[in-house]
């Protein structure tokens, strides 16, 4: 079986695409071979309408980053954002920049083995950026990280991007990080693309039910079954056929409510109060409430319809 079949993207200049999906659907894959680990069987990689395919891969002018960042242990981190500037008076004052950039300054004499994960993925950073690449390939570069961190660099990835302008490719298989870093979102499964879109559209209008299953949304109805009527009414056009796909959190407690359920269990978040309601038509769903609501199991309860998680998805 083809890692990778019937790919054709592109990415404008200054623009971070996301490679997004399940682990083994080929996008690591399509990252090697636009870097040019690996030589495709069939098609083509192009670089301003030239064929890469024989060009190596430190003749490509990309710049690669890596889960683990694979940071030289034997250099401090300037002699590890430095590595691939020319020698000279500039060089320090480009190295300072950088390691301010990504939220390290001062910190030029730090021996690689006092950072943290998150400043080993910074110091990474600016080393990929400092040639000046025209292209960034980043394969999982935060997945080693946990969540909190991995939330908190994505927006200061996005950020150091947006500020140097670089063209981008961004590999990841957590769909927050994709919606925080990219301008573009291409959902891969087994080897194919299945959409691409803004983060806002493949939200808004997923491909198919398949996708909005990955993208986290948790029940389906069709449109035209009266259970439906809520959340037709809910969008300022109401679709006639295909799928509604509600998101978590798709219904809201609210005293004016049009639909009603019954709670079945409380859960309490930071910044909210998750229930599982058994709503007729919609089965059991994941529902919100301010901090602190509370209510028995088997309690009915009013629902309103948010409308920003719900989608339309074909049938």
């Known amino acids: 079986r083809r890692a990778v079949d019937g790919v054709d993207l592109d990415v404008p200049p200054g623009q971070v695409l996301a490679l997004l999906g399940p682990s083994g659907c080929g996008k690591s894959s399509l990252l090697r071979a636009v870097a040019g680990l690996e030589r495709p069987a069939a098609g083509h990689v192009t670089w301003d309408g030239a064929d890469l395919g024989p060009v190596p891969v430190h003749r490509r002018g990309f710049g690669l980053l890596f889960q683990d960042g694979q940071l030289f242990a034997h250099r ?152 439906a009527a809520p959340l037709r009414a809910a969008l300022a056009r109401g679709p006639h056929d295909g799928l509604f796909a509600l998101a978590p959190g798709a219904l809201v407690v609210h005293e004016d409510g049009v639909v009603t359920g019954t709670v079945r269990r409380l859960h309490t978040r930071r910044g909210r109060t998750e229930l599982e309601v058994d709503v007729p038509g919609l089965g059991l769903l994941t529902a919100r409430a301010p901090v602190g609501w509370w209510a028995q199991a088997g309690q009915p309860v009013r629902l309103a319809v948010d409308p920003t998680a719900l989608a339309h998805v074909p049938d």
């Open 76 to 227: 401090d981190v300037a002699g590890n954002v430095g590595y691939g500037l020319p020698r000279g008076a500039g060089r320090a004052g480009e190295v300072a920049r950088l390691l301010d950039l990504v939220g390290l300054p001062g910190s030029q004499q730090r021996d690689v083995a006092t950072l943290s994960g998150g400043e080993r993925q910074r110091v990474a950073l600016a080393r990929s950026l400092a040639p000046r690449p025209r292209l960034l390939l980043l394969d999982e570069p935060l997945s080693a990280l946990d969540r909190a961190l991995r939330e908190r660099l994505a927006t200061d990835l996005r950020a150091v991007l947006e500020t140097t302008g670089t063209t981008a490719v961004f590999v990841t298989h957590d769909q927050d990080e994709a919606f925080a870093v990219a301008d573009r979102i291409a959902v891969m499964a087994a080897g194919r693309l299945s959409q691409v879109a803004t983060p806002a559209e493949l939200w808004r209008a997923p491909a198919s039910a398949a996708v909005a299953r990955f993208l986290g949304y948790e029940a389906f109805l069709p449109v035209d079954e009266p259970a």
